[in-house]
Structures are given as structure tokens and as C-alpha cells.
Nanobody, 114 residues
Framework: VQLVESGGGLVQPGGSLRLSCAASGFTFSSYAMYWYRQAPGKERELVAAISSAGGSTNYADSVKGRFTISRDNAKNTVYLQMNSLKPEDTAVYYC????????WGQGTQVTVSS
């Protein structure tokens, strides 16, 4: 199993970013996928989740209405569209899958600052 995140960067408050996570080594379309984040000095927290077919999504209260999780099962990729970004969204963002055990990508840094 391999998960590779991309799309992070530095953005001003109110801006947008789109994160991608390319998955390989398993039947992507059979598994729910998750985005987590970890800010400096804080525990890793679940940001968003999407079901295997993409028909069901869930979000942390802190990102509801601003972030959208989606997936393209033909491309084995899960996305996180982040709008109206705030400084408190600054963190390393990870994608995750649970397949007998948890697998994590290397993470992508998102910094929201003016």
C-alpha cells in the first residue's frame, strides 16, 4: 500500500488549496478513505472521510462548509478541496486507509498565513 499526498503550500487567509492523495497497492474502490491533519504541538485529528463509492462523506465540525472530500476511483485518487482557509488550518495533512491495519502517506504541509 502506498499513499502519496500533494498540493500543499503557503496560502493567505481566505484562500483555497486542493490536496490530492494518489493510492496504489490495494483495490482503491473497495475502501473508505480519510484525510487527517496534525498541527504543531497537537494530536492528529480526523478532518474528512469518504465512503468507498463516494456517496457518503463526513467532516470535522471545524471544516464543515469549507472543505470538500471527493474521490476518483478510476484514478485511484482522493481529494480535499479546502476553501476559506484560516490560520488555524495550518498543519501537515495526511491521507489514510484502513486495510487490515492503518496506512499513512508522508503528508503535505499546508500553511495559512498573511
Amino acid at each position: 500500500v502506498q499513499l502519496v499526498e500533494s498540493g500543499g503550500g503557503l496560502v493567505q487567509p481566505g484562500g483555497s488549496l486542493r490536496l490530492s492523495c494518489a493510492a496504489s497497492g490495494f483495490t482503491f474502490s473497495s475502501y473508505a478513505m480519510y484525510w487527517y491533519r496534525q498541527a504543531p504541538g497537537k494530536e492528529r485529528e480526523l478532518v474528512a472521510a469518504i465512503s468507498s463509492a463516494g456517496g457518503s462523506t463526513n467532516y470535522a465540525d471545524s471544516v464543515k462548509g469549507r472543505f470538500t472530500i471527493s474521490r476518483d476511483n478510476a484514478k485511484n485518487t482522493v481529494y480535499l478541496q479546502m476553501n476559506s482557509l484560516k490560520p488555524e488550518d495550518t498543519a501537515v495533512y495526511y491521507c489514510n486507509v484502513v486495510r487490515m491495519r492503518e496506512y499513512w502517506g508522508q503528508g503535505t504541509q499546508v500553511t495559512v498565513s498573511s
